[in-house]
């Protein structure tokens, strides 16, 4: 089944999610769904709270990222070849290197997108879909996207990190997107 995403505006995109249990309802087909989400709607990390659940869940694959670009791009990148993993209850131990800005969007927030410097490497200890814990270190664009994806499970967005002028020049388009009047090629669901 495929969800429509939780535009900008919606109280569930600020607030900070909940763990869950093995024994959450419904979870496994809940992940393929997400899968199916993100993939029509051509993301590369989707986190519940941006399919109205407030729980600590999200999915990320950066292969796909990977997979379009040419070989001097990829050393850019700072890792590679990207990973495809579910993270459940996920818990950031350390942010450590250069901040690096690259230029993020959001499915949430659709038609914006700006320069955003995160650190470049990640440690998060997090349980996969058959709920064993992992604590592991990613890179570059990979913990990019970890990031983006953890983010939205803090209740927070990818428009926080930017300046206040520039957060102010684009709250008409914020109106906008909130209000549902945007179009996009995948579904969405509008606050009020």
């Avoid at 993020?104 to 998060?124: A, M, N």
């Amino acid at each position: 089944m495929i969800f429509p995403i939780v535009a900008y505006g919606a109280p569930i995109l600020r607030k900070v999610a909940k763990d869950i249990s093995a024994d959450y309802p419904g979870l496994p087909t809940l992940i393929e769904d997400m899968w199916e989400t993100m993939y029509e709607s051509n993301g590369v990390g989707l986190a519940a709270p941006q399919i109205n659940k407030d729980i600590r869940l999200f999915v990320v694959d950066s292969t796909q990222i990977f997979q379009h670009l040419e070989e001097s791009e990829k050393e850019l990148m700072k890792d590679g070849p990207g990973i495809k993993k579910v993270f459940i209850n996920a818990r950031i131990e350390d942010l450590s290197g250069d901040e690096w800005p690259y230029n993020e969007g959001c499915l949430s927030i659709p038609k914006i997108r700006e320069d955003v410097y995160r650190k470049e490497q990640v440690t998060i200890t997090y349980q996969d879909e058959f709920f064993t814990t992992h604590t592991e270190t990613y890179k570059g664009i990979t913990a990019r996207v970890i990031l983006h994806e953890y983010d939205h499970i803090e209740g927070k967005l990818f428009i926080d990190y930017l300046s206040p002028f520039r957060r102010k020049l684009m709250q008409g388009k914020l109106k906008d997107i909130s209000k549902g009047n945007i179009k996009v090629d995948y579904k969405m669901i509008f606050p009020g």
